[in-house]
T-cell receptor, first 114, second 115 residues
């Protein structure tokens, strides 16, 4: 069975600073990987996904993530954080041969200081 | 496009009563919807997969008789928490599958508090 670890419960950054949110997964085959963002009062929104191909994936809102098979990681990055990026971020892994239903990590809360 | 709504967004009920939560896909048809439960500062836990016109598939450990799911149409799925107890208090989130298998569009969630 697949699993996801997001080791950081909270991350605090200053507006304009760079951001990296960590995600490690466990899955026997090539996984499908996702990053979602959850803002208060809104549903989870897909930021980006990785299925195959180029290991550096570009997403919406200026986010990107890099799949590193050797490290079983799929870290999310953004070069310059905006105050509106403050939210909860979830990494998820889906079974490549299955129903695509993702297993979510526990989330990382991003706090942005002005 | 691809908007999913949930109603109500917040509900308080007394222990022993039942509560129904609706999940609607507003601008697309969804043959498959999912129900999740989220505890504070924790991950989303899949409770069940709901397919239109058939019985829901529940995850291991989820009580079918307590969490009744009905996918009555291609745009509506409901979750009824029967005989609610304080330990059922949680944040319930639904999602609807889009045209592609990997696409899921999430509702904003429903906060249930059982007193």
């Amino acid at each position: 069975a697949q699993s996801v670890t997001q080791p950081d419960i909270h991350i605090t950054v200053s507006e304009g600073a760079s951001l990296e949110l960590r995600c490690n997964y466990s899955y026997g085959a090539t996984p499908y990987l996702f990053w979602y963002v959850q803002s208060p009062g809104q549903g989870l929104q897909l930021l980006l996904k990785y299925f195959s191909g180029d290991t550096l994936v570009q997403g919406i809102k200026g986010f990107e993530a890099e799949f590193k098979r050797s490290q079983s990681s799929f870290n999310l990055r953004k070069p310059s954080v905006h105050w509106s990026d403050a939210a909860e971020y979830f990494c998820a892994v889906g079974a490549s041969g299955g129903s695509y239903i993702p297993t979510f990590g526990r989330g990382t809360s991003l706090i942005v200081h002005p | 496009g691809a908007v999913v709504s949930q109603h109500p967004s917040w509900v308080i009920c007394k222990s022993g009563t039942s509560v129904k939560i609706e999940c609607r896909s507003l601008d697309f048809q969804a043959t498959t919807m999912f129900w999740y439960r989220q505890f504070p500062k924790q991950s989303l836990m899949l409770m069940a997969t709901s397919n239109e016109g058939s019985k829901a598939t529940y995850e291991q450990g989820v009580e079918k008789d307590k969490f009744l799911i009905n996918h009555a149409s291609l745009t509506l799925s409901t979750l009824t928490v029967t005989s609610a107890h304080p330990e059922d208090s949680s944040f319930y989130i639904c999602s609807a599958r889009g045209e592609r298998e990997y696409e899921q569009y999430f509702g904003p969630g429903t906060r249930l508090t059982v007193t």
